[in-house]
């Protein structure tokens, strides 16, 4: 059965802090590791990887893939109380499209 | 452009009663989902559709029904609602061979069963 883990499961910090969210998988079939953000309602796309040891970037957030370890992380650096939502990873194993989610990430970032 | 549009947003039901969860793209997406989300547990795919008159199971599908008769639209019906069946339900399409791994998501449908 296809696993996702994401650690912690819920995170506490002050305004400018930087974070590090965990996301580890263990799936038969490997196409991308997905980032998502969840704020209230729907999750909007941070990033796709599919490649080991390319970083994507977008502002202050950062993320990376090591798939010889079967792990990704996701950082933010200063981060701001919008930042506050629940992270998920998720993984395409290729079989349309199909994705195996984490339980997710809640953060909560205090002023 | 709608995207994709959920309706209804919220609902309560009793106990045994039947619903349908209506879900529509106007992006001329040929795979789209349902998933359900229960607090601090992810999303989990219930059914799933890449393309009109094709449909399959996903991870938990038990208590549901779906059908998809044109590429707009993918219904998720609830036969005799049972309180496990409360949560958020999300309905999401993807083009396939779009490469950017980006799912389209609803707003979601929030319903209750007591």
């Known amino acids: 059965e296809d696993k996702v883990v994401q650690s912690p499961l819920s995170l506490v910090v002050h305004e400018g802090d930087t974070v590090t969210l965990n996301c580890s998988y263990e799936v038969t079939n490997f196409r991308s590791l997905l980032w998502y953000k969840q704020e209230k309602k729907a999750p909007t796309f941070l990033f796709m990887l599919t490649s080991s040891g390319i970083e994507k970037k977008s502002g202050r957030l950062s993320s990376i893939l090591d798939k010889k370890e079967l792990f990704s992380i996701l950082n933010i650096t200063a981060t701001q109380t919008g930042d506050s939502a629940i992270y998920l990873c998720?993984?395409?194993?290729?079989?349309?499209?199909?994705?195996?989610f984490g339980k997710g990430i809640t953060l909560s970032v205090r002023p | 452009n709608a995207g994709v549009t959920q309706t209804p947003k919220f609902r309560i039901l009793k106990i045994g009663q039947s619903m349908t969860l209506q879900c529509a793209q106007d992006?001329?997406?040929?795979?789209m989902y349902w998933y359900r989300q229960d607090p601090g547990m992810g999303l989990k795919l219930i059914y799933y559709?890449?393309?009109?008159?094709?449909?399959d199971k996903g991870e938990v599908p038990n208590g549901y029904n779906v059908s998809r008769s044109t590429t707009e639209d993918f219904p998720l019906r609830l036969e005799l609602a049972a309180p496990s069946q409360t949560s958020v339900y999300f309905c999401a399409s993807i083009l396939a061979g779009r490469n950017t791994g980006e799912l389209f998501f609803g707003e979601g449908s929030r319903l209750t069963v007591l």
């Open positions: 559709s890449v393309g009109a008159g094709i449909t």
């Open positions: 998720a993984v395409d194993t290729g079989a349309n499209s199909k994705l195996t």
């Open positions: 992006m001329n997406h040929n795979y």
